[in-house]
């Protein structure tokens, strides 16, 4: 069995914050009496954005904590390209909707730049957004 959480420290984060309702407490405590000793039958994967927020039993139990950073340039710039594909290109193939004459690749590009920081997912919300505009519009155009 695996058991994966993700966001784990909406609900993990450390005991001794106070703004943890008893609610939250009694889910941690449960959480760790119930992972308390390690099991060939189950592995635990947890998913955070803050781990420094995760109670420290909680760490405790963790055999490995692997780091992804955020994208950077080049992986910002492959994830637009890919995500217009997907959104906007293939839309157009199929003819569902059209796209006003551009360069792609330099819009993409300057996008890519401005957008550090940004996570694979608000990426793919971008793409998202990409398409969303074409729809929105009267003629079903990407502007």
């Not at 340039?73 to 959104?87: P, T």
């Not at 920081?117 to 957004?129: D, H, P, T, W």
Request: glycine share 4%; aromatic share 10%.
């Amino acid at each position: 069995l695996i058991l994966f959480v993700d966001e784990a420290d909406a609900f993990l984060r450390k005991r001794t914050e106070t703004q943890m309702s008893e609610d939250m407490r009694s889910c941690l405590n449960a959480f760790l009496y119930r992972t308390g000793e390690s099991s060939k039958n189950m592995m635990l994967v947890m998913a955070s954005n803050r781990p420094d927020h995760l109670d420290w039993a909680i760490n405790d139990r963790l055999d490995e904590m692997v780091e992804f950073p955020l994208p950077g340039l080049d992986e910002r710039e492959q994830l637009l390209q890919l995500y217009y594909k997907i959104y906007v290109a293939d839309l157009v193939e199929k003819g569902d909707i059209e796209v006003e004459e551009f360069d792609a690749d330099s819009v993409l590009k300057d996008i890519a730049a401005r957008s550090e920081g940004f996570s694979g997912r608000e990426i793919s919300k971008l793409g998202i957004a990409l398409q969303a505009s074409a729809y929105a519009s009267p003629d079903k155009t990407f502007r």
